[in-house]
């Protein structure tokens, strides 16, 4: 997409709103030129005594039908082009949001959310100004401007007059050129400082409990307030070149004012102009000062908003890192997953965090996958959801590397609940029912229960319909896991994986949930990541990854033979376990 790509789009669909819009104004701006005419020709008749009383009426009715159809003509115009501009501003932030959902989580590790709703916010927000107030005030001021010039020459105003009075204002082409692209160079650099402080704001705010438990709020205030200071200096810079352009077109204006009135009052005085031509001239100059000054707004405004176009189609340029192929088949269910050869590092990292894995997944079977933490078990799962990429050839699922399938089948096929289930504000039977609302409630109470969390949720005077606040503040981590859980579940998929699903979850709780997993997923496929020995002891088959590597792979009992990484974890788990019971024996007694 190129530069201006986006408001094309929009303009080309619209096109013909927008030429009603600016024949309005022209309308409206012509009959505002006629103001100094017949003003011109009031001043004439009255310097020679023909003016009767009949005339008095008469010009005060044309004047006043003048006034009224140029303001029901200019508001219709604008209230038009404002629409448009509104209509533009929801366009935009609609795409925006699609290509939001549509990019990569590798694209979200780059830029901060803050950034990202700085765009949403600031830059459509200016785009939409210069749609809806620069077409208005460009037409506007051309217009006038041409009108004036067609009427000056109508009333009979000499033509070397008007280019003398005039001549000052030749010199606007040339600060436009001087002034435009610095006012832009300076609001872009506005925009990204803009951009950066709503980014350090959403931060300061996401971790307020951590700078408050630690004491640091100065510390945060001073880092907040080096970003307000650098916006600052880069807002002052542009307000200064802005208001020194916005100021030497009046002061254009004023020139040529003074011209006229020096030539035009020496031209009266040696009877080569009439007073009504020389009237009417100063009027003309005077309504000519309007569009002037309007003109600097809109050249300020047109830069502002160019910069933030940019910004928008750059992002709107964005490809993501993951996508479907063109000839995307659908997945439906999940029969076999095969890992060959599987070895993967991040973009960006000389490391490989998966190291030559092969494995079969049978369907029906439950996996444990257990490691010590950065052992890449969070990473194996990214890749069957292909959060990530795999390369090549590496994931296979039902005989097909996994890169045939689209996207949107792939995920919605698989069932995942991650570590840290995001909760939105709203309640909890829509937090619950996420993937599918109109899910009958008596679902999402069985996935309540299953995930051992239903006997909180009815204690809730309003049980399934208590809103959570922001990211569910009012339900604890193991409730909110267990919420998470409950969502996961209810999807019933033939692929259901837990990664670490359970850490926050009492012990007893985990039994609970374990012993319902086994009895719900029976003939269907679920991955069990976990650092507890005692989420996996009861799958199927388990592997144990080691810096990427499988380190081993067996059944529980094969896999304490074994005598090594697997063995070593449990005796420390048990070991852990024995020790708080004895405590908990000692406290008792
Ligand atoms: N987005 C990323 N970019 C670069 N490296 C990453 C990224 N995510 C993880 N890693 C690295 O990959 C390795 C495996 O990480 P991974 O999150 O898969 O471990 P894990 O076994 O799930 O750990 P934990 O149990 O602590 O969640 C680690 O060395 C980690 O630093």
Redesign the pocket.
């Known amino acids: 997409m190129n530069d201006k790509e986006l408001l094309k789009d929009y303009v080309r669909k619209h096109w013909a709103v927008y030429m009603a819009a600016v024949l309005l104004i022209i309308a409206s701006n012509i009959d505002q030129a006629l103001l100094p005419l017949l003003l011109g020709r009031f001043t004439d008749r009255l310097q020679q005594d023909l003016l009767t009383m009949q005339d008095v009426i008469r010009y005060s009715l044309l004047l006043l039908a003048v006034a009224v159809s140029y303001n029901v003509l200019f508001a219709l115009g604008q209230y038009t082009v404002m629409k448009l501009g509104r209509r533009f501003e929801f366009f935009t932030r609609d795409k925006l949001f699609g290509k939001f959902s549509e990019l990569g ?2 694209y979200y ?1 780059k830029q901060g959310n803050g950034k990202l709703l700085s765009y949403v916010m600031n830059d459509v927000t200016y785009v939409r100004e210069a749609i809806s107030n620069g077409i208005t005030q460009t037409t506007n001021a051309v217009f006038l401007l041409l009108s004036c010039v067609v009427m000056m020459l109508a009333s009979g105003i000499p033509p070397l007059l008007i280019c003398i009075s005039a001549g000052p204002l030749m010199l606007i082409p040339f600060l436009v050129v001087y002034f435009g692209p610095r006012i832009r160079d300076r609001s872009r650099r506005v925009q990204e400082t803009i951009a950066a402080m709503t980014e350090a704001a959403e931060e300061q705010l996401g971790g307020i409990r951590v700078s408050k438990t630690f004491a640091v709020e100065d510390i945060t205030r001073e880092r907040f307030g080096a970003k307000v200071d650098d916006i600052t200096e880069k807002q002052l810079k542009l307000v200064r070149m802005s208001s020194l352009f916005q100021a030497l077109l009046p002061f254009l204006g004023s020139i040529s004012l003074v011209i006229s009135l020096l030539t035009g009052g020496m031209m009266v005085m040696h009877g080569s102009v009439t007073l009504g031509s020389f009237v009417a001239l100063i009027l003309y100059l005077r309504i000519i000062a309007g569009p002037l000054q309007q003109i600097g707004n809109v050249i300020n405004m047109m830069q502002r908003s160019g910069a933030s176009l940019e910004r928008v189609n750059k992002l709107m340029a964005e490809m993501p890192d993951v996508r479907d192929r063109d000839q995307a088949v659908t997945l439906s269910s999940v029969q076999h997953i095969a890992l060959r050869g599987l070895t993967f ?5 000389s ?1 490989p ?2 190291k030559d894995l092969n494995l079969l997944i049978r369907e029906g079977q439950t996996l444990g996958i257990v ?12 890749l069957l959801l292909r959060i ?1 990429d795999p390369p090549e050839g590496s994931v296979w699922i039902n005989g097909s590397d996994i890169h045939e399938y689209s996207l949107d089948s792939l995920r919605s096929t698989i069932a995942y609940v991650p ?1 840290d289930g995001f909760l939105f504000s709203t309640t909890i039977r829509d937090n619950i029912a996420f993937s599918d609302r109109s899910a009958p409630m008596r679902h999402i109470e069985d996935g309540a229960r299953q995930a051992m969390i239903y006997d909180n949720i009815i204690r809730f005077p309003d049980r399934f319909e208590t809103r959570l606040g922001e990211r569910g503040v009012t339900l604890s981590g193991g409730q909110r896991q267990r919420t998470s859980l409950a969502r996961g579940l209810i999807k019933n998929s033939s692929l259901l994986i837990l ?2 699903s359970m850490s926050a979850v009492d012990a007893m709780t985990e039994k609970g949930i374990l012993a319902s997993l086994r009895k719900m997923r029976k003939g269907k496929t679920t991955l069990i ?1 976990s ?1 507890r020995i005692s989420a996996v002891m009861h799958a199927d088959h388990i592997i144990v ?1 080691e ?2 590597r499988m380190a081993e792979s067996g059944t529980h009992a094969e896999l304490l033979a074994r005598q090594g990484i697997y063995a070593a974890m449990h005796k420390l788990q048990e070991e852990g376990l024995q020790d708080a019971a004895d405590q908990y024996r000692v406290n008792r007694s």
């Open positions: 989580v590798q590790a590092s991040y973009p960006g990292s490391q965090s998966l490691g010590r933490t950065g052992s890449g078990k969070s990473t194996l799962i990214h990530y570590q990664d670490d990541v650092h990854l810096e990427g």
